[in-house]
């Protein structure tokens, strides 16, 4: 399962620091995921990427987490 977060690119001189759109970023922050109930580990072993640099956390990003948690959680509801 592949959940890649959106994150706000590097605000240019040229733009004035206006930010123009989101762009998919590397990783989940550790603070998105403690939001939406995961640690780091758990993370990784679910095939979630995890960036560890990120300070920001995003409000969307930890809805991106919760139902791709809520689909798991559903999915193995079923199979058993």
Do not use: H
Not at 16 to 40: T, W, Y
Not at 45 to 70: A, F, G, H, M, P
Request: glycine fraction near 4%.
């Amino acid at each position: 399962m592949k959940a890649r977060p959106y994150v706000k690119p590097p605000a240019l001189i040229k733009d004035r620091g206006l930010v123009k759109n989101l762009r998919v970023g590397r990783g989940f922050s550790i603070c998105e995921l403690e939001k939406a109930g995961l640690d780091p580990e758990t993370a990784k072993s679910l095939k979630i990427y995890v960036d560890t640099r990120r300070k920001t956390c995003y409000e969307w990003n930890v809805k991106i987490l919760q139902e791709l948690l809520s689909k798991l959680s559903s999915s193995k509801s079923t199979q058993t």
